[in-house]
């Protein structure tokens, strides 16, 4: 009986302790990259703004079947909305099962005449729970480096977009 409640001492001061360790995280989850490229607004709001355009840039919509019903997105186990859209940015909802959903936003910033950083970002807002912040540890390894990877295609497409014309 005395290794039976040992045991079960030790497994409550350890989720105690996992607890307390995780509300050291915040809960509130920022990733964010940004690339400068030099094009017309209307070419980065064309391929931003619109999820019909991005499929020119975004490499799971070109192995996954995208269904885009009004501002929506379905792709694999993800659905995206366009929430707002204005001269100079486009906020998205994204929502990947079993996870908290993101708030997303493209934005495009001018640096000088021609010349603008398009600033791409997630934010996820999670619970208190230990499995939900210890995940978010996860967010800057895997989304950054995803980021970085559809930034380069949104700005070859945009580029190549600029030459034909």
Same mark, same amino acid.
């Given at each position: 009986?005395?290794?039976?409640?040992?045991? @079960?001492?030790?497994?409550?001061?350890?989720?105690? =302790?996992?607890?307390? *360790?995780?509300? =050291?995280? /915040? %809960?509130?989850?920022?990733?964010?990259?940004?690339? !400068?490229?030099?094009?017309?607004?209307?070419?980065? $709001?064309?391929?931003? $703004?619109?999820?019909?355009?991005?499929?020119?840039?975004? %490499? !799971?919509?070109?192995?996954?079947?995208?269904? *885009?019903?009004?501002? &929506? #997105?379905? *792709? %694999?186990?993800?659905? *995206?909305?366009? &929430?707002?859209?204005?001269? &100079? #940015?486009?906020?998205?909802?994204?929502?990947? &099962?079993? +996870? /908290? /959903?993101?708030?997303?936003?493209?934005?495009?910033?001018? @640096?000088?005449?021609?010349?603008?950083?398009?600033?791409?970002?997630?934010? +996820? +807002?999670? %619970?208190?729970?230990?499995?939900?912040?210890? +995940?978010?540890?996860?967010?800057?390894?895997?989304?950054?480096?995803?980021?970085?990877? !559809? @930034? $380069?295609? @949104?700005?070859?497409?945009?580029?190549?977009?600029? =030459?034909?014309?």
């Amino acid at each position: 009986m005395k290794p039976v409640k040992l045991l @079960l001492g030790s497994l409550i001061v350890l989720a105690i =302790l996992i607890t307390a *360790i995780a509300a =050291l995280f /915040p %809960s509130k989850v920022i990733v964010s990259r940004a690339i !400068e490229l030099t094009a017309p607004p209307a070419d980065i $709001a064309y391929y931003v $703004a619109d999820l019909h355009h991005w499929d020119a840039w975004m %490499s !799971e919509w070109k192995e996954n079947k995208v269904t *885009i019903k009004n501002n &929506t #997105a379905f *792709i %694999s186990t993800q659905t *995206i909305t366009l &929430t707002s859209a204005s001269d &100079t #940015a486009a906020n998205f909802e994204w929502v990947a &099962t079993g +996870q /908290p /959903p993101y708030q997303v936003k493209i934005e495009w910033l001018p @640096l000088q005449e021609g010349n603008y950083v398009i600033h791409w970002s997630f934010t +996820q +807002q999670v %619970s208190w729970y230990p499995w939900e912040k210890f +995940q978010t540890l996860l967010n800057e390894k895997l989304l950054g480096t995803k980021m970085e990877l !559809e @930034l $380069a295609n @949104l700005k070859e497409a945009i580029l190549n977009k600029s =030459l034909v014309k």
